[in-house]
T-cell receptor, first 113, second 111 residues
Framework: DAGVIQSPRHEVTEMGQEVTLRCKPI?????LFWYRQTMMRGLELLIY????????DSGMPEDRFSAKMPNASFSTLKIQPSEPRDSAVYFC???????????FGPGTRLTVT | TQLLEQSPQFLSIQEGENLTVYCNSS?????LQWYRQEPGEGPVLLVT?????EVKKLKRLTFQFGDARKDSSLHITAAQPGDTGLYLC???????????FGQGTRLTINP
């Protein structure tokens, strides 16, 4: 079975540009989580969805960040406009709604110059 | 805000040695998980512990959940270079779904 799929794996962009990160969760999983990982702050939850509905977005740092889940097999995390401090590895994870175990994708390494 | 503190943050030992990593909190968790992350990859789940005092073994790795469900430990026996990686503990609160992660222990096993 395919795991969580993320694209792109690497993204380099200039400050002020829009960035869109994509995620395909594991089939049958109905919870999806977006995380950001940096050396300084570790792994932080940004937002999570249950059955395509955003449940908790308290970790979204600013209005420049937005996330959508238009269907059960696709989610996006958008940063507009991007800033150098947004540079990090962004992970998507999915789980079954009745299980705590989360399965992570390989991540997108974002560099904003 | 619930916090999980891991110690040590960095550990470098020789192959064949034993080690223990700790994960502590002042909060009670309904379950606690341990993940391992290798460079360029996402965290991979190793184990979930649910019951206070629970001990689980995964080959040379032994995981324990504290009696009060506020802390956990990971013990590795006869460490091997393949054990190198970032070890993360993550807790789930009662009635919640999201995980709270510790900052991680970066483990290096030298041949």
């Amino acid at each position: 079975d395919a795991g969580v799929i993320q694209s792109p794996r690497h993204e380099v962009t200039e400050m002020g540009q829009e960035v869109t990160l994509r995620c395909k969760p594991i089939s049958g999983h109905n919870s999806l989580f977006w995380y950001r990982q940096t050396m300084m702050r570790g792994l932080e939850l940004l937002i999570y969805f249950n059955n395509n509905v955003p449940i908790d977005d308290s970790g979204m740092p600013e209005d420049r960040f937005s996330a959508k889940m238009p269907n059960a097999s696709f989610s996006t995390l958008k940063i507009q406009p991007s800033e150098p401090r947004d540079s990090a590895v962004y992970f998507c994870a999915s789980s079954r709604w009745d299980r705590y175990e989360q399965y992570f994708g390989p991540g997108t390494r974002l560099t904003v110059t | 805000t619930q916090l999980l503190e891991q110690s040590p943050q960095f550990l470098s030992i020789q192959e064949g040695e034993n080690l223990t990593v700790y994960c502590n909190s002042s909060s009670v968790f309904s379950s606690l998980q341990w993940y391992r992350q290798e460079p360029g990859e996402g965290p991979v789940l190793l184990v979930t512990v649910v019951t206070g005092g629970e001990v689980k073994k995964l080959k040379r790795l032994t995981f324990q959940f504290g009696d009060a469900r506020k802390d956990s430990s990971l013990h590795i026996t006869a460490a091997q270079p393949g054990d190198t990686g970032l070890y993360l503990c993550a807790g789930v609160s009662q009635g919640a779904q999201k995980l709270v992660f510790g900052q991680g222990t970066r483990l290096t096993i030298n041949p």
